[in-house]
């Protein structure tokens, strides 16, 4: 869609110049008539036309690329369904490890953390043992 929308760009500025003459005043005059309340009838007739048949391009190439292309109320009336179904939004699913956090408490109702052991798992803080604290013993 991308490529559709860039060659229409410069197949209009390519139209600009043409109606120019090959005068770079006439050109500049015709490029700053351009604004955001300008109407199509106000453009020069070769960028008209250009606009007209890049848009006929447009329309064809997004039909081949298998977009639907036409009135608003004619294509939602068509529209497939959905091949997914949708899902419950109640909320999340319930189940055993309701209320588990790495690194938090185990879950209410003082159930085991079923993690296996190993890297980051089997204990609450994160797998790994603490370091003792105070001096260590020589002995």
């Not at 955001?36 to 890049?54: G, M, R």
Request: no cysteine; aromatic share 2%.
């Amino acid at each position: 869609m991308q490529s559709i929308i860039f060659s229409a760009i410069l197949d209009g500025v390519a139209a600009l110049k043409r109606a120019s003459g090959g005068l770079p005043n006439q050109l500049l005059r015709d490029v700053q008539a351009i604004h955001p309340n300008v109407t199509f009838a106000d453009l020069p007739k070769d960028l008209q036309d250009q606009i007209a048949e890049s848009t006929r391009a447009a329309f064809t190439q997004l039909l081949k690329e298998g977009y639907a292309v036409g009135p608003r109320q004619q294509i939602q009336q068509t529209r497939p369904l959905d091949r997914v179904p949708e899902r419950d939004r109640r909320g999340p699913p319930r189940g055993p490890n309701q209320g588990h956090r790495r690194g938090g408490r185990p879950p209410k109702g003082g159930g085991t953390d079923d993690r296996p052991n190993g890297p980051g798992g089997g204990r609450p803080s994160g797998g790994r043992p603490r370091k003792p604290k105070g001096k260590p013993r020589l002995g």
